[in-house]
């Protein structure tokens, strides 16, 4: 236990992590990046939303509402893969942010509780509950912005002192391999848009390998809505074919 603590304190932030100073295998920065992408869009929604419009309540529930549902996944496949490869050579080195998890789970909760008046409430109701969600749910993004950061630096610290590239790799395919195809594409939809360019071109090169063409291009449709043009046409032109009209 305490030399699992120590590596978690040896961490310095650093993408290299290694003493070679080498980029080492990062299982959380895409994935990551992409998170705090869709939770930025969600609280802007929930903040501008008119909670007396209906149709535009029950639209900005249903975007929180999926968005809980991401994060919730996220959760699990953290706790089944990641943690589970730090426990298994240092245990204790995941406890604080299983710890974490335990509570974004509680927070996730309750959010789904005022959820539910949002969606079925009456407009006064509705109104009350947008201003309570908005504060819940921006405490919810800070707290998981603050621990993203310690998986990103103090887990990966664990990480890539115990396991090669090779065995993280091998960690992160198993966990790509459990997401559902529709799932993963929700996940592409906010990753791809918030990485920089050379991120994205590395990620869906990678992708296009494995994919026929055809669903390759549905990646790519999902994703297009959130580049700008100017982004869009440098990913075309790095992936060396225009698989869908610009």
Known sequence: MMEAMELVAQS???????????????????????????????????????????????????CLRDMLVLCRSHLHHE???IHAAMESRHYGSAATTAGDHLHHEKSIEALEVRLRVLEHGNREARQAAAQAIYRDL????????????????ANNAVLWESHTDEE???????????IPPEKMLT??????????????VELLTGIRQNLPAEAFVGVL??????????????????????????
């Open 79 to 81: 706790n089944q893969f």
């Open 168 to 178: 993280l790799a091998a960690v992160h395919d198993a966990l790509v391999a459990s």
């Open 187 to 200: 996940y592409l939809r906010w990753m791809v848009p918030a990485m920089a360019p050379d991120e994205r």
């Open 221 to 246: 449709a999902v994703t297009k809505p959130g580049l700008a043009e100017r982004d869009w046409h440098k990913l075309m032109a790095a992936l060396g074919e225009m698989p869908l009209a610009a």
């Open 138 to 153: 921006a405490l919810f993004v800070a707290d998981n912005f603050q621990h993203m950061d310690v998986e990103e630096t």
């Open 12 to 62: 310095n932030g650093s993408e290299a992590g290694s003493k070679t100073g080498l980029r080492r295998h990062d299982m959380y920065r895409p994935v990551h990046k992409g998170l705090r992408n869709l939770m930025c869009d969600v609280l802007v929604r929930v903040g501008r939303m008119d909670a007396g419009d209906d149709a535009e309540a029950v639209a900005t529930a249903g």
